[in-house]
Each structure stands twice: as structure tokens, then as C-alpha cells.
């Protein structure tokens, strides 16, 4: 049952008094930890985010939802290559520092993206949503251990890739890929049908950097990614802390056109869970749990 106008209003009003209280579950999904679907206020940091890259995540009415709007412009924007938000007020009982998972925890999350319909090919990919970690003392900078990723093919067209990394060494040193113990990535199919509509994923995951891990990854109701083994890495920190916006790393490094020169991304309804929580609890309203599907495996890496 959805929530009804005054209970949203009440919470609205108590995050607006109590600055330090994360927006939380409704009567109808008990089992919530944390909850943003940006339909009332303005500022994303007083919902319990903080910035990464531009300082700027505007809320706008699309494709009738409110949603929160990601833009980075390799020409305007002060950061050229990323606009994320990173939810940082989570409850301590589940979390590190209000927002590191913690090594084997088990953990749901819930979010909805959409990629406007005028989105262009490109020969760079992109990070629209990733779960990263701080390296210890002595570490050099990581990629994130799980991050959903839009992949140019041989052609350009852009493909959803999930890229997972783990180990379980408490120092990882070296450069690119092959510092990694474990390193894949998985195909779940091309972009081009979802633009101009909302795409709902719910992330399923035990986070740990052996084999005691898991990563179940649904789309649209249906199982694209089912993971056994590493998902993170072995930091002092803990396990990983959710981003979320676009990453375009290239777009740092090259002064060259890559095809296109800005981005823009939306999310909405966005919802972490623990072990007690279920699909249920953090998808999108109206969401359906379908039959699954066989993701593909992808040899070679993106960053």
C-alpha cells in the first residue's frame, strides 16, 4: 500500500526539525534502513547524502516522477567527469561511519534510474552506480569492487556491464586489473530500450572478500546477475559505501572528444535494507518479482 500524503509530510517535516535523522521506513516497508524518493525538499545533503565531484544534484520533475538530476559537462561543469551523491547517514548498527557496510553483512538496496532518451553513443563508458571502498594506509587508489557501468561495444552503442573486483589481501598493491585477485565483468544487454524510461534495479548482497559472498543483481523484476564468491575488498574501513550519479573517468584524462561532451542521468527511489529486509522492501512501488534470466559473463575489464 503506498504511503499516504500526511505520513509523507510528517517524515518531510521531522528530517527538515532533525537534520541528523535519515529518511526512514514507512508503516508498509518496516524493514527499511534508509530512504530518499525526493519528493519533497530541495537540498539531496539534508536528505543524507553528501557530494562527490559537483556540489550541484538539482531535483526536477521527468517522466512523472520526481527524481534527482546528474549532470557533468566536459566544457561547463567545475568537475568534468563526475556528479555522485553518496548516502552518509546510515544507522550504526548496520553501518561504519554512516555509510561502510560491514564485511559480511547482508544488505539490500533499491534504486531507479533513468537515461533520458536523447542519450548518445560514445566511445567512453561511464559509472552510473558503484560500490567503493577506502584504501588502507600504504594502498594506492582503487577501483570501486561492484559498479554498474554503460560499456560502448565495437560499434559504440552503450551496454549495462556490472564489473566486480575482490580480495582478500589486507594490502593490494600494484596498478590496473591484475592487482586484483578477482576480476569479471557481466553483460546484461544494451542500453538502447530503456532510454526515456525508469529502469528499476534491486541489488541482493552479502558483502565479503572470500568465497563467503554473494551479489544478486535484478532488473526490472528479473535476476540479470547471480554472483557467488569475493564482492569487496579487505579494508580497514569495511565493506563498501554506495554512490551514486555518473562517473566519467576518461573524461579526466583525455582532452579529446570521446563522441559526446555531457551527460545526464536521473534517479529516484532510493532504499537500503538489512538482512531482515527482502525485495519487497526496497523496490520501486509497483515492482514486480519475475523469473530470472542467465546473465553473460564478459572476459576483460573496464575500469
Not at 575482490?166 to 530500450?193: K, N, Q, T
Request: hydrophobic share 40%; charged share 25%; with cysteine.
Amino acid at each position: 500500500m503506498p504511503r499516504t500524503v500526511p505520513s509523507r509530510l510528517a517524515a518531510a517535516l521531522l528530517c527538515a526539525l532533525l537534520p541528523g535523522v535519515v529518511p526512514a521506513a514507512a508503516a508498509e516497508r518496516p524493514d527499511l534502513l534508509f530512504e530518499a524518493d525526493f519528493n519533497y525538499g530541495g537540498d539531496v545533503t539534508a536528505m543524507g547524502f553528501k557530494y562527490s565531484g559537483n556540489p550541484e544534484v538539482p531535483l526536477v520533475e521527468v517522466a512523472g516522477q520526481r527524481a534527482a538530476k546528474f549532470v557533468i559537462d566536459r566544457h561547463a561543469s567545475k568537475v568534468s567527469y563526475r556528479t555522485e551523491i553518496v548516502p552518509n547517514r546510515l544507522p550504526a548498527s548496520h553501518f561504519g561511519q554512516g555509510m561502510f557496510a560491514k564485511v559480511g553483512g547482508e544488505y539490500w538496496y533499491g534504486m531507479r534510474t533513468l537515461l533520458p532518451d536523447d542519450w548518445r553513443n560514445d566511445r567512453a563508458p561511464e559509472i552510473v552506480a558503484q560500490f567503493h571502498s577506502v584504501p588502507d594506509q600504504g594502498e594506492g587508489a582503487r577501483n570501486p569492487s561492484v559498479a554498474l557501468t554503460v560499456v560502448p561495444d565495437s560499434r559504440g552503442a552503450g551496454r549495462w556491464v556490472v564489473r566486480i573486483r575482490a580480495d582478500d589481501r589486507p594490502m593490494i598493491l600494484g596498478s590496473g586489473e591484475r592487482r586484483y585477485r578477482y576480476a569479471e565483468s557481466f553483460d546484461l544487454g544494451p542500453v538502447g530500450a530503456d532510454l526515456g524510461a525508469w529502469v528499476d534495479w534491486v541489488w541482493h548482497v552479502t558483502w565479503n572478500y572470500d568465497g563467503k559472498g554473494f551479489l544478486r543483481l535484478y532488473k526490472n523484476g528479473r535476476l540479470v546477475l547471480d554472483h557467488k564468491g569475493g564482492n569487496c575488498f579487505n579494508d580497514a574501513a569495511g565493506g563498501p559505501y554506495l554512490k551514486l550519479g555518473l562517473y566519467k573517468w576518461e573524461w579526466d584524462e583525455s582532452v579529446r572528444s570521446t563522441g559526446t561532451d555531457a551527460r545526464t542521468l536521473y534517479f529516484d527511489d532510493i532504499r537500503i535494507a538489512g538482512g531482515q529486509g527482502s525485495y519487497a522492501s526496497v523496490a520501486p512501488a509497483g515492482a514486480v518479482l519475475r523469473s530470472s534470466a542467465t546473465p553473460t559473463e564478459t572476459p576483460g575489464g573496464n575500469r
